[in-house]
């Protein structure tokens, strides 16, 4: 069974760092595409960032661009999310998800999401 | 970076009604579009890739249609579990973007 399991959201002040991860099993990890996705509460989804297999390609929303850093460790089934100099608007619910092994590949399986919230 | 309208932001329907949602790309993405429904306090769940091809488990009376710039996702019978947010992904250019959402509620 395919299980992503988030961890290290929390309370943090403007301008801080904070560290996620994400917990892979279920499947061949190095195999597959990831991605991060956030949602502010009450509002609707965003995808923040993408990594390939091998993490050779890399993407972000232009919302974190230069902020935010993606990384996986496939020895240790783990995708990460460096979150530096965070704002207000940072605040959401941060999604771990797998692309689908397919040619047409969207987020086939999610986790059940960490809360960041950026406040002073 | 792309956009992706979404209409409507939220519908009544009744049980056994059809329903049909609209996403309009801001430039053409070919087909590279999917649907995903979210219920409150859930993660979203993939139901239609590639515009048109249903995902593994989804139930038949979603069906997803278009090309280009427009897609519809409709859902043919509305059943008691299908109320929830839906939201299209557009995945043409590596900088996704998901659509506003619309929200499904009981009439």
Redesign the interface.
Known sequence: EVQLVESGGGLVKPGGSLRLSCAASGFTFSSYSMNWVRQAPGKGLEWVSSISSSSSYIYYADSVKGRFTISRDNAKNSLYLQMNSLRAEDTAVYYCARDAPIAAAFPDYWGQGTLVTVSS | ?IQMTQSPSSLSASVGDRVTITCRASQGIR??L?W?Q?KPG?????LI??AS?L?SGVPSRFSGSGSGTDFTLTISSLQPEDFATY?C?Q?YN????????TKVEIK
Do not use: E, I, M, W
């Open positions: 970076a087909n590279d999917g995903y979210q859930k993660a979203p769940k993939l890739y590639a091809s995902q939201y992904l995945d590596y900088h996704r973007t998901f659509g506003q959402g």
